[in-house]
């Protein structure tokens, strides 16, 4: 059984900076694809960034150069590192281990960006 438990989300000016974490219950050294995703209300859940076993990453064109994700596999932790929040990113941010049928998702965590 895996569980992931996020924290780090909260409200912010936006300008702002958040860290979100995704502490996973076992090791996720051999899982190629971590990611974090956020959803609003009415809208479909939006991959944001990704980062593989072997650090590469992906992020979505519109955080790129504000966001940045990471892994610790010694912590079995996934971070996600935002700066400049823009108030259109007001979410829930959920953190994925896996593709496919051996996806597991976090609990999500809010982030809130005021004007």
């Known amino acids: 059984q895996v569980q992931l438990v996020e924290s780090g989300g909260g409200l912010v000016q936006a300008g702002g900076s958040l860290r979100l974490s995704c502490t996973a219950s076992?090791?996720?050294?051999?899982?190629?694809?971590t990611a974090w995703y956020r959803q609003t209300p009415g809208k479909q859940r939006e991959l944001v960034a990704v980062?593989?076993?072997?650090?590469?990453?992906n992020y979505v064109d519109s955080v790129k150069g504000r966001f940045t994700i990471s892994r610790d596999n010694a912590k079995n932790t996934l971070y996600l590192q935002m700066n400049s929040l823009k108030p259109e990113e007001t979410a829930v941010y959920y953190c994925?281990?896996?593709?496919?049928?051996?996806?597991?998702w976090g609990q999500g965590t809010q982030v809130t960006v005021s004007p």
């Open positions: 994925k281990l896996g593709r496919g049928r051996e996806s597991y």
């Open positions: 076992g090791t996720i050294f051999s899982i190629k694809a």
């Open positions: 980062i593989f076993n072997d650090y590469r990453t």
